[in-house]
């Protein structure tokens, strides 16, 4: 999700979905995005680095390791489902309200192509054919970019409910996070953990999109 402080998010009677989920799982109390603007944190996040960039241009080809290589890598399965991407593969940089600066894995030569997939393709009702790991972007309407929250909040409620319900009975892990807040207050962004495995709760120990990225890797033994 995008462009919002945890203020704007958490306690907001516009965010009831979002709020029910913070509730049903963990909420990181003091969770940091890693710079400004967003293509930087979509990398850190994806890649551990900020690759030195320090805007939103486009396009990019990086070649250093990844989430997406590690886990091709290890013989496991990555895949990300963008809404608005033109085509499966697409390197386009726009196209309606689709932004490749939100889509990370498209500017890395070592992750192939096909993973790269319209969210038309997420595989609702049959969550047992998602890959090992799979990145779920709204386009810039429905990530609260250029929308309300409440806007944001109804489309994770109709497109990420059934998937977080699911992962309740079967040893799975959603994760809700945003890549940076509107410069009101630091950087402070909202991150809830949910899944079978995760103990409800409020947790304040500083995370940042570092730390959610080593989560991953560390869950399925990638570094």
């Known amino acids: 999700m995008e462009n919002h402080a945890y203020n704007q998010v958490i306690g907001s009677g516009d965010a009831p979905y979002i709020n029910a989920l913070a509730r049903q799982g963990a909420l990181f109390t003091a969770s940091y995005a890693a710079t400004h603007p967003s293509e930087p944190n979509y990398l850190a996040l994806f890649s551990g680095s900020t690759q030195g960039l320090t805007d939103d241009s486009c396009p990019h080809r990086f070649t250093t390791p990844n989430l997406g290589s590690e886990l091709i890598a290890a013989h496991l399965s990555f895949a990300g ?68 929250v409440a806007v ?59 730390s959610v990225l080593r989560t991953i890797e560390r869950l399925y033994h990638l570094r």
């Not at 096909?114 to 990530?143: E, K, M, Q, W």
């Not at 079967?170 to 402070?188: A, F, K, M, P, R």
Request: net charge negative.
């Open 81 to 148: 489902y963008s809404e608005g991407l033109p085509a499966t593969g697409s390197y386009a940089c726009s196209a309606g309200n689709y932004a490749r600066k939100h889509v990370p894995w498209v500017h890395f030569a070592n992750v192939p192509a096909p993973p790269s997939r319209p969210h038309s393709g997420f595989p609702a009702g049959h969550y047992a054919n998602l890959p090992t790991v799979s990145f779920v972007i709204p386009d810039l309407c429905h990530d609260m970019h250029d929308c309300p």
């Open 152 to 210: 944001g909040d109804t489309w994770l409620r109709d497109h990420i409910a059934g998937y977080a319900n699911w992962a309740m009975t079967h040893d799975s892990l959603l994760i809700v996070t945003w890549d940076e807040d509107d410069d009101s207050s630091g950087n402070h962004i909202t991150t809830i953990f949910a899944g079978q495995m995760v103990r409800p709760g409020s947790y304040g120990q500083r995370i940042t999109h570092y």
